[in-house]
């Protein structure tokens, strides 16, 4: 695991741990209540008002502060299930074979076309009050399917392997195969697969609450821009309404995108032996021959 | 010879399916590649048996048979004069405990993300229960001193990828060990190592027989090995074991035409030195094993091909001590003059 760090993976993986930070403490630090009303209206940003203010009066920067903790706890509670079901699903898939295999992925390819984001608009209007688990319960439950085809491809090749044959053949037993011999080798796939669905899940919540389907009144970035849309803030010129929820999304899916190719890069295990301490650098044709004059008699 | 029987194979026989495509669904019989077919042999403690033959001849199956990793088509697997199938759980591992593997691969048979402590580790613990502490590390620095791996804590703590292949070959050896083995199924051995370090595994391997009274199983396609290392010597062509006895014997006389075309085949600097003109040619290759030719199966090939070989599948017919093959120029009772191997002698 050593030296899988790289630019892009420590830029990205500070970018998460400040919004990981503002989830946890943003609540206290926020300096007002982000709901209450005052009679600063639609002010520019300002010593008072970092991020300016609504047409309610509402502070935009606690809102973004308090927002943030919704958005990450919907995407790595998400992305959390998915991964977890993604394994189970293909690992067992792909090592078992079969009619197993056939079933599981039947079932797979079904979750695979079930339109994401439908399901979660019906599932959220029938609870009124969905609060931020079962909306990270619903997007995991449709965002699972890609991860297990992927892992089920990689295992069918890895179960073939002379090592697990080995093992078996040392007298392991069938699950010590799958989680000790066949597991190790896709933590980098299952580490990616599991970014890909925090993304897919942080984008779906924010979307939820952008077209109001979520409960409006648990803060998050996309709840932001909804009150902005439904208040014409584009039209009345308050660009410090939307701008700062905006770059905060863009920024989170920036970061998990650059930890995504840092795994990438990881996975590939040529760009893992270069990255290894000492830097020794294969040259093509390396390989000296013996070149006789006039050729072998 | 030496030794009692530990594990023997009566009449295997494996057949793999294979999968029909479109209008074969529905007017075909299942097929099947007839990977391995009626092979029996017995391995003695203390006794290597080699198995050669060229790729596709169907020993690697053999190997992996008797390691039951695969099922059985037909025929018996007697270890210790007890006929023994098993699938999973405790009876494969009672097995298992017996009977041991070595892969070809070094580069492949140990797992990249494990070191070698969790390889020799777990042999230890899956036959042995649940060693710990000292005892386990003394365990685990006997088993790597048995291999010449020394010292031990050298090479402990290591992954397979910061050894060579063979240091691999060796850590894969002594990881079989570990079970305490009376049989080791040696699957190509040294084929995927150095020319130079080749001597010194089947040196180990022989060293091992020797002071563990070890039943060795030795498949190669280098004959030449089988002579040096093997007590006793098998040829496999097609899936069938078509000639063996004691190594010396079928590699200086050998009986059947393929083994004298086999043997041919390895270049021989003396050979070369007396203008010989070596007749060596089998047109032809292998056949294929999901139709094979009905009577014996080298027959489209083999320079002395009679009628009968191409309809009647030849037994083995005994030629003296231990040594047999299965061709039909050695049926005493079709032939009057008894054609024996001076008068076959390729190209001479």
């Known amino acids: 695991m050593k030296s899988a760090l790289n630019g892009k993976t420590i830029a990205g993986l500070s970018i998460m741990g400040f919004f990981v930070l503002i989830a946890i403490i943003g609540s206290w630090i926020a300096p007002y209540d982000p709901s209450a009303m005052s009679s600063d209206i639609m002010t520019p940003p300002s010593g008072a008002h970092w991020f300016g203010t609504t047409q309610t009066g ?75 688990f079962l909306i990270a319960f619903v997007i995991s439950a449709t965002g699972w399917a890609w991860g297990a085809r992927i892992l089920r491809a990689q295992t069918l090749s890895l179960r073939q392997r002379d090592y697990v044959e080995a093992a078996r053949a040392t007298g392991e037993r069938t699950w010590r195969l799958i989680v000790f011999e066949v597991l190790p080798n896709l933590t980098a796939i299952i580490a990616s697969s599991f970014v890909g669905t925090v993304i897919f899940a942080v984008l779906s919540v924010i979307t939820l609450s952008f077209i109001g389907v979520a409960s409006v009144s648990n803060w998050n970035w996309g709840t932001i821009l909804f009150w902005a849309q439904n208040a014409q803030a584009l039209a009345q010129g308050a660009w410090w309404w939307f701008i700062p929820a905006g770059l905060c999304i863009a920024l989170l899916g920036t970061a998990l995108a650059l930890i995504n190719f840092g795994i990438d890069e990881y996975v590939n295990p040529r760009l893992r032996t270069s990255a290894g301490g000492s830097k020794v650098k294969m040259r093509v044709g390396f390989t000296p021959v013996l070149r006789q004059e006039g050729g072998r008699s | 010879m030496t030794g009692e029987v530990v594990l023997a194979a009566r009449g295997v026989t494996k057949h793999f399916p294979v999968a029909r495509k479109g209008r074969q669904v529905l007017t075909r019989q299942p097929r099947a590649v007839h990977a391995v077919d009626d092979v029996s042999f017995d391995l003695r403690r203390g ?117 060579s292949g063979g240091q691999r070959q060796r850590v894969a050896i002594a990881r079989a060990l570990g079970a305490d083995p009376t049989v080791l199924l040696a699957d190509e051995p040294v084929s995927m190592l150095d020319v130079s370090i080749r001597l010194g595994v089947l040196n180990l391997l022989r060293d091992l027989k020797e002071r563990l009274h070890l039943a060795i199983l030795y498949i190669t396609h280098d004959i030449a090995s089988a002579r040096y290392f093997a007590d006793t010597t098998m040829v496999m062509y097609a899936g069938q074991v078509i000639e063996g006895g004691d190594s010396e014997t079928v590699t200086q006389e050998p009986a059947h035409p393929y083994t004298q075309l086999l043997i041919r085949s390895a270049p021989d600097p003396e050979r070369a030195h007396n203008g010989v003109p070596t007749v060596t040619t089998a047109p032809g290759e292998p056949p294929s094993l999901i139709s094979p030719p009905p009577g014996c199966r080298f027959a489209p090939r083999c320079p002395y091909a009679a009628e009968k070989c191409r309809t009647a599948t030849p037994p083995r017919f005994d030629l003296g001590e231990s040594h047999y093959a299965a061709c039909w120029l050695y049926d005493s009772k079709t032939t009057d003059e008894h054609p024996r191997r001076d008068t076959v002698e390729v190209g001479a």
């Open chain 2, 47 to 163: 006794h290597v048996t080699a198995l050669v033959g060229e790729s596709g001849s169907g020993k690697s199956t053999v190997a992996r048979l008797l390691a039951q990793l695969y099922p059985l088509t037909s025929g018996d697997i007697v270890l210790n004069d007890v006929p023994t199938k098993v699938k999973r759980g405790k009876s494969f591992r009672a097995y298992c405990k017996q009977v041991q593997m070595i892969f070809q691969d070094p580069f492949a048979s140990l797992n990249p993300v494990h070191t070698i402590r969790y390889h020799l580790t777990r042999a230890l613990r899956v036959h042995h229960g649940r060693v710990k502490g000292e005892e386990l590390e003394k365990g685990l620095a006997s088993l790597l001193e048995r291999v010449n791996l020394t010292p031990p804590e050298r090479f402990l703590d290591k992954y397979p990828h910061e050894l």
């Open chain 1, 58 to 132: 509402q502070d935009i920067f606690s809102q973004v502060l308090v927002g943030a903790r919704g958005v990450l706890v919907v995407g790595l509670v998400a992305g959390a299930i998915a991964t977890v079901l993604s394994v189970l699903i293909g690992v067992t898939a792909g090592f078992l074979g079969g009619v197993a295999d056939e079933f599981l992925s039947a079932l797979s390819n079904i979750f695979l076309v079930v339109p994401a984001l439908p399901l979660i608009i019906i599932v959220t209007s029938f609870l009124p009050d969905a609060g931020d």
